[in-house]
């Protein structure tokens, strides 16, 4: 596609429950990043991606979150164990080179609300 | 990193320029600002950045003061259509690649 895509757009769930969210970068681009952002504030880094390998994952909050990218194309985060403090938006974007860019394109964000 | 400091609204009439400044007076040499917009319910755009000269796109103008402490963000002829969020973020390209995001500035273009 043209655009960094994202599923589901929504996803409501009850605490406790596991939860999956896709991305899909650019075509081509090397570098993957996942943040979260909740409401009236800016996004949180959470992790980056250069190819398959997590090369940056402090920002990922616990044990719980847990992201992979096997082929170095479509990442998937995994949130386990939800709780309610996870409900934000969670945006994924990527970028051309091997991170020495601050251009992200960034994808409209999953919107996750925990019960 | 660098922290940035941005007023937390600001209004403009449309037709008229925006000027958005950012404060980022503990930048260092090697580090670049850019700029983001996030529109109501969208992911983030990028929509310009710099290291120490001024610099200009279809969408905006850069300006960065010649100690680099601050900068503005000039939309020219600002629309309806940019009403949104306004990151002004510190980006260091070595070792530390990640965007750090502050609460940046919304901007109300009023008709």
């Known amino acids: 596609g043209a655009g960094v895509s994202q599923t589901p757009s929504n996803k409501v769930t009850e605490k406790g429950k596991y939860v999956e969210l896709r991305c899909d970068p650019i075509?081509?681009?090397?570098?993957l990043y996942w943040y979260r952002q909740s409401l009236g504030q800016g996004p949180e880094f959470l992790i980056y991606?250069?190819?398959?390998?997590?090369?940056?994952d402090s920002g990922l909050p616990n044990d719980r979150f847990f992201a992979v990218r096997p082929e170095g194309s479509v990442s998937t985060l995994k949130i386990q164990r939800t709780e309610r403090g996870d409900s934000a938006v969670y945006l994924c974007a990527s970028s051309r080179t091997s991170g020495s860019t601050g251009e992200l394109f960034f994808g409209e964000g999953s919107r996750l609300t925990v019960l | 990193d660098a922290k940035t400091t941005q007023p937390p609204s600001m209004d403009c009439a449309e037709g008229r320029a925006a000027n958005l400044p950012c404060n980022h007076s503990?930048?260092?040499?090697?580090?670049?600002v850019y700029w983001y917009r996030q529109i109501h319910s969208q992911g983030p755009q990028y929509i310009i950045h710099?290291?120490?000269?001024?610099e200009t796109n279809e969408m905006a103008s850069l300006i960065i003061t010649e100690d680099r402490k601050s900068s503005t963000l000039i939309l020219p002829h600002a629309t309806l259509r940019d009403t949104a969020v306004y990151y002004c973020i510190v980006f260091n390209a070595g070792n530390n690649r990640k965007l750090i995001w502050g609460l940046g500035t919304s901007l109300a273009v009023n008709p």
């Open positions: 991606f250069q190819g398959t390998g997590a090369a940056d």
């Open positions: 503990t930048i260092s040499g090697n580090e670049y």
């Open positions: 710099g290291l120490k000269n001024n």
């Open positions: 075509s081509g681009h090397t570098a």
